[in-house]
T-cell receptor
Framework: SQQGEEDPQALSIQEGENATMNCSYK?????LQWYRQNSGRGLVHLIL?????REKHSGRLRVTLDTSKKSSSLLITASRAADTASYFC????????????FGKGTKLTVNP | DAGVIQSPRHEVTEMGQEVTLRCKPI?????LFWYRQTMMRGLELLIY????????DSGMPEDRFSAKMPNASFSTLKIQPSEPRDSAVYFC???????????FGPGTRLLVL
């Protein structure tokens, strides 16, 4: 079953605007990861945020984590056409052998 | 530096044929993962290896699927016999930190007719 569920499923914005994607999960986590996938390509790791962190930045990316609400958000500021991609959150299942489980993703379109 | 290398990039085959997908992880990475991506089911972990040893193959759909990692720089995923429902994009990924920060290859797009 999918452990990370992204919202919205699709998002269309204009270049220069900010894009916010959300991820909810059901069970406790040690960390949560965000990945990007350009059309026809493999996934690219963006950010890992640990359960004892509330916010993390990488360039124009900002990730927040609220463990009390079991949710995370990815903010892309000043978006560019090149940011057009699908964005996935992923968490590591606990109990038994570990697995990295991905959500269905948010498809972001940035219009020039 | 070369990333994860997968071959072939595209494969079209007929039902019943054997399919072999290949992966070369990033040098120095000790964990290797095989994923399958479809529109219906999203991205699913099939199997992963740590130091060339299979750790968890519970995601392998059925006995038609098998994976090997004979050495640290090469892995194969084999489907025999293939079926149309196996059509998907298969990704290989590697890492130095287990489940954290995985590096994905470009994928193999498989179509079984």
């Amino acid at each position: 079953s999918q452990q990370g569920e992204e919202d919205p499923q699709a998002l269309s914005i204009q270049e220069g605007e900010n894009a916010t994607m959300n991820c909810s999960y059901k069970t406790s986590i040690n960390n949560l990861q965000w990945y990007r996938q350009n059309s026809g390509r493999g996934l690219v790791h963006l950010i890992l945020i640990r359960s004892n962190e509330r916010e993390k930045h990488s360039g124009r990316l900002r990730v927040t984590l609220d463990t009390s609400k079991k949710s995370s958000s990815l903010l892309i500021t000043a978006s560019r056409a090149a940011d057009t991609a699908s964005y996935f959150c992923a968490k590591i299942t606990q109990g038994g052998s570990e697995k990295l489980v991905f959500g269905k993703g948010t498809k972001l379109t940035v219009n020039p | 530096d070369a990333g994860v290398i997968q071959s072939p990039r595209h494969e079209v085959t007929e039902m019943g044929q054997e399919v072999t997908l290949r992966c070369k992880p990033i040098s120095g990475h000790n964990s290797l993962f095989w994923y399958r991506q479809t529109m219906m089911r999203g991205l699913e972990l099939l199997i992963y290896f740590n130091n060339n040893v299979p750790i968890d193959d519970s995601g392998m759909p059925e006995d038609r699927f098998s994976a090997k990692m004979p050495n640290a720089s090469f892995s194969t995923l084999k489907i025999q016999p293939s079926e149309p429902r196996d059509s998907a994009v298969y990704f290989c990924a590697s890492s130095t930190r287990g489940m954290e920060t995985q590096y994905f290859g470009p994928g193999t797009r498989l179509l079984v007719l």
